[in-house]
């Protein structure tokens, strides 16, 4: 005899899964001895005592409920399919109580081995609201409250078989997919006979075919998803189309309604139309001449991708067939489209961008390592190769990975890897939404929660951290082989390597090197041949570091210069035993290799000529302080007897430190205003270091003991106001002050000495970029002398020195040499640039006087003055000089505007009254831009310019620097506009009064 509910031990029943062996004890006492057989079964569901205490309420809601236990008892198969309902899925649970009869449903011998049939869930659903599923056109005889109950009862019993048989008979997830994606297909022919009967006889007019797409249309539906959808109608022959428009928009609306509006009976799910032509803002209905007419001139690349997908559903099957067969060339043309790469790259990061961070970590669907990692790498690999190879033209992913992975453009572990992480998460997401019957795609955090999940997924041995674990190893496989799929291949097209990898032709890896954004395929292949050919370890690794190289290279602006530079910066390197482990171990390294090589050629000029600046990406970016730069470039220079050695070894110290100030603004570590404080101050110390070498040369060459002058140098302009740019010449002056009893001319002569050899030996050609000294700024120009004594400055500032001047000496900063003779220039010039009295009326027309000058004069030819970034309008110039004129006016009673840099100077302008806020801001952000954008196109081009770029990729990687995102140079450029045209209207008002 079995043994009785109470008699069931409490051991017994926490071993089985129960949490509440007290409650269950007392549940099946209730329920009687019938109930006894099930406990083994109830072990073996998500959780026991929800399906237990389920049991007994639709035991309570039936009128015969010992009947019912017996039956179930009696048949090992009905009660792992009701039991594994009740303990998984709670919204299903409380279906039964409202319907207690469709237990029966869980009888059917057959339900276990037999998946329905398309055409029988449509007719199921068709006659539940009254049509003939023997109709071209059925339409709803019920009532229409009636039939909206009647489709929700119907969608959910056949929810319930296919439910049961999913949890009891362990059915492959893709065949759950398929089967919820006909169910749905049916709900929507149903929906659409109910919209008829609604519509009433101008439904006669139309011929309206209904498109499923994403999911539905792949046959990958999940248990609770929208159901995306497109519209496409044609009149009837003697039909106006206007009429046929109108009723087609009736039908679509009301089909959208049935399955949407909640009833007594809840709701289905939304049907949504937003992928049709210009998404919620286009027409509901089209017809086909309009579709394919909007797909031919204006669809974007993801709106081809997601065609991918579609298939007819419901409706007119003719037009439906006639609507895929018309748009599907289409969809085999797209990766051929202009900006193909960067807009499938881009939308899958603004995917990735607006995911919650409180969500990020659980997200299933949308996170690193989920859904749609997999679905779209499998997507972009059937439109590059489905082109030429037509068996890769399936819409669901499963299908479309067996045949990517049969046709050798994945390797066979890989794509088995794939399947395997792929169906997990599918299956995992299926469970999730069951409990409720609600669109989620978060994995909980709950660890009741997590039990519950990790044992409907059979996993009963520790279920929560057995779910969390095998999870977090299938995220890992997906992000991998997301990485993987497109590049390994490529490898093995150029290179000899065993093993089961997948094998592209050459003309199949030209194809997908093209479709990733690489301008010059055939050369790409052959640095990948030159990088990965032989048997060598240096080969080896390559291979192992080139596929997610070759991702970042494709996901920037020029991923031809990123593989080029590589190869050479690789070859540099040759067998460098830490080069090529470094970038294994170290990602950010490589990543930042990656992003630097492939976006600036200022960038990848630097490394090529110190390889070994490689390893300075593993530290922090920061400029370095002039002291400890000036400290490394003395000792550096120590070494070296040779003067012309010892400035080399200077100018070293300066291009590693170049590197670090272009890398750090690369990657947005740097904002502008360190990036020209830096490049100023690593020029002190350039400047100092070279000095001292260059001093106590021409004192050995003379046999002087010490020198006769101390000798200063002033910078000015850019570097005298830390604004300094990457393609700037170092403006500066040089001063000398004879020691007391020296004969003047020896004292000069030293002096210009010194300052010809430094001007020599900074310029000469070398590995490392040239630094102009250019002096032009002095008294009289390029006529005057290059080295002036203390005293012949004052007497030319007291004499000759005009208003230009004055402006001109507002970013003297005395930064290198003598410190007592900087203070004494300092002190000189002072009085002149922030004169007591300000300015007169006559100076300030002066001064404006040669700003118009500049700006006729100076433009380049054909420039244009919109986007000139220095002399147009709202540019450098005219916020400089705007800022410079406030300082010659009002600096004497206004400390903070004594000062040679811009940004300071406005503030302290704008403290002091004399600008307003919202004008001070608009001139401190125009400023901050325009520097950045000049800085940007030199780092890109790797010389000095200062018009934006007019080629598209050079353009691109402008507005990739200044954080736009992909496919977003011209936002950039009217942002630009905008901003300039704003700063000019302060100018107007603040300088031109």
Not at 62 to 89: I, K, Y
Not at 202 to 216: D, E, H, N, P, Y
Request: glycine content about 8%; overall charge negative; charged content about 25%.
């Amino acid at each position: 005899m079995p043994r009785s509910a109470s008699a069931t031990a409490k051991g017994q029943l926490l071993r089985l899964g129960f949490t509440d062996p007290d409650g269950a004890r007392a549940a099946l006492e209730r329920l009687g001895a019938a109930a006894d057989p099930l406990l083994a079964l109830l072990g073996r569901t998500a959780d026991p005592d929800r399906a237990l205490a389920a049991l007994e309420v639709l035991a309570g809601a039936l009128d015969d409920p010992r009947s019912m236990l017996a039956a179930v008892a009696d048949d090992e198969g009905t009660a792992m399919r009701l039991l594994c309902v009740l303990g998984a899925s709670e919204a299903l649970g409380h279906h039964l109580v409202r319907h207690p009869e469709h237990w029966l449903e869980l009888t059917d011998p057959v339900l276990g081995s037999t998946r329905p049939t398309r055409a029988s869930l449509r007719a199921d659903l068709l006659m539940a609201v009254g049509a003939d599923p023997r109709d071209d056109e059925p339409v709803a005889t019920l009532p229409d409250a009636l039939a909206l109950d009647a489709l929700r009862v119907e969608y959910r019993r056949l929810l319930l078989r296919l439910t049961s048989r999913d949890l009891a008979h362990h059915v492959g997830v893709d065949d759950v997919a398929a089967e919820l994606s006909d169910l749905a297909v049916g709900t929507l022919e149903a929906a659409l006979a109910i919209a008829r009967q609604r519509v009433g006889e101008a439904a006669a007019s139309t011929r309206l075919a209904v498109i499923a797409m994403g999911k539905c249309g792949g046959h990958e539906l999940n248990y609770v998803s929208d159901v995306d959808v497109v519209f496409v109608y044609e009149p009837r022959e003697g039909a106006a189309d206007n009429v046929a428009n109108r009723a087609a928009t009736q039908l679509a609306s009301h089909l959208m309604r049935i399955c949407s509006e909640p009833t007594g009976e809840g709701e289905i799910w939304q049907v949504d139309a937003a992928l049709r032509p210009e998404g919620k803002s286009g027409p509901l209905v089209r017809t086909l001449a309009s579709h394919l007419g909007y797909y031919q001139r204006w669809a974007n690349t993801w709106e081809f991708q997601a065609l991918l997908k579609a298939r007819p559903a419901a409706g007119d099957r003719e037009l439906g067939e006639a609507y895929v067969e018309q748009l599907a060339p289409l969809v085999w043309t797209a990766a051929e489209r202009p900006g193909f790469v960067e807009d499938t790259q881009a939308m899958r990061r603004r995917v990735v961008d607006h995911i919650p961070a409180k969500e990020a970590q659980r997200q299933l669907k949308l996170g690193e390592g989920g859904l749609r990692d997999v679905e779209f790498a499998v997507q972009l690999l059937q439109l590059v190769h489905g082109r030429a190879d037509e068996s890769l033209r399936c819409p669901t992913t499963l299908s479309a990975l067996a045949e990517l992975t049969r046709g050798g453009y994945i390797g066979r572990q890989d794509g088995e890897s794939l399947h395997r992480a792929y169906s997990f998460l599918r299956t995992l997401e299926h469970r999730i939404q069951l409990l409720q019957l609600r669109r989620t795609h978060l994995v909980p955090d709950d660890p009741e929660r997590l039990r519950r999940l990790g044992r409907s997924m059979g996993l009963f041995k520790d279920p929560a951290e057995a779910l969390e674990r095998e999870w977090a190893h299938h995220r890992r496989e997906v992000r991998r082989l997301h990485q993987k799929l497109f590049y390994r291949p490529l490898l093995t097209a150029v290179a000899r390597i065993p093993g089961p990898e997948a094998r592209l032709s050459p003309d199949a890896a030209r194809e997908r090197l093209a479709a990733l954004g690489y301008a010059d395929p055939e050369a790409a292949l052959r640095h990948l041949d030159a990088l990965t050919a032989g048997v060598t370890r240096t080969a080896s690794i390559q291979r192992t570091l080139l596929p997610v190289m070759l991702q970042w290279f494709a996901q920037a602006p020029d991923p031809d210069a990123g593989l080029f530079g590589f190869r050479r910066i690789s070859e540099s390197l040759g067998e460098t035993p830490w080069y090529l482990t470094t970038l294994r171990d170290e990602g950010q390294v490589a990543q930042r290799l990656a992003a630097l090589l492939a976006t600036s050629r200022y960038a990848t000029g630097l490394l090529e000529r110190e390889p070994q600046g490689v390893r300075m990406l593993a530290e922090s970016l920061e400029p370095q302080p002039a002291e400890a730069l000036l400290e490394e470039m003395r000792a550096a220079a120590s070494r070296r007897p040779e003067p012309e050695r010892a400035v080399r070894a200077v100018r070293a110290v300066r291009r590693r430190e170049l590197l670090r100030l272009a890398a750090g603004d690369l990657l947005g570590l740097t904002e502008v205003a360190g990036v020209g404080a830096g490049l100023s101050r690593l020029t002190d110390a350039t400047l100092e270091a070279t000095l001292e070498v260059v001093g106590a040369q021409v004192r050995e060459q003379r046999g002087l003991a010490q020198a006769p002058t101390a000798l200063a140098i002033v910078a000015m302009g850019r570097y005298g106001g830390f604004e300094l740019s990457y393609g700037s010449d170092a403006d500066v002056l040089f001063v000398h002050d004879p020691l007391p009893g020296v004969d003047p001319h020896e004292a000069s002569t030293y002096a210009f000495a010194v300052a010809n050899e430094m001007r020599r030996l900074l310029a000469l050609p070398g590995a490392d970029p040239a630094l102009e000294l250019d002096a032009d700024l002095r008294p009289e120009g390029k006529q005057g002398p290059l080295v002036r004594t203390l005293d012949a400055y004052a007497a030319y500032y007291a004499k000759w020195s005009k208003v230009w001047e004055a402006q001109a000496l507002l970013r003297a900063d005395a930064a290198v040499g003598d410190p007592g003779l900087r203070e004494r220039f300092t002190a000189l010039i002072d009085p002149l640039r922030y004169p007591v009295r300000g300015l007169s009326e006559e100076e300030i027309r002066e001064v404006r006087r040669i700003k118009a000058r500049v700006d006729d004069e100076r433009l380049p030819r054909g420039a244009d003055r919109a986007t000139h970034l220095k002399l147009g309008r709202g540019g450098l110039a005219d916020i400089e000089w705007t800022v410079q004129l406030l300082q010659l006016r009002h600096a004497a009673d206004v400390p903070g505007l004594r000062t040679p840099r811009t940004l300071p100077a406005l503030e302290a302008a704008r403290e002091a009254g004399l600008v307003g806020d919202h004008d001070a801001e608009v001139l401190a952000d125009a400023w901050r831009r325009v520097s950045r954008i000049r800085n940007a196109v030199t780092l890109v081009r790797g010389k000095p310019a200062d018009a934006l770029p007019s080629d598209p990729r050079e353009r691109a990687a402008v507005a990739r620097i200044l954080g736009y995102p992909d496919g977003a140079s011209e936002e950039m450029l009217d942002d630009h506009l905008r901003c300039v045209r704003q700063a000019r209207g302060v100018v107007d008002r603040v300088f031109w009064e």
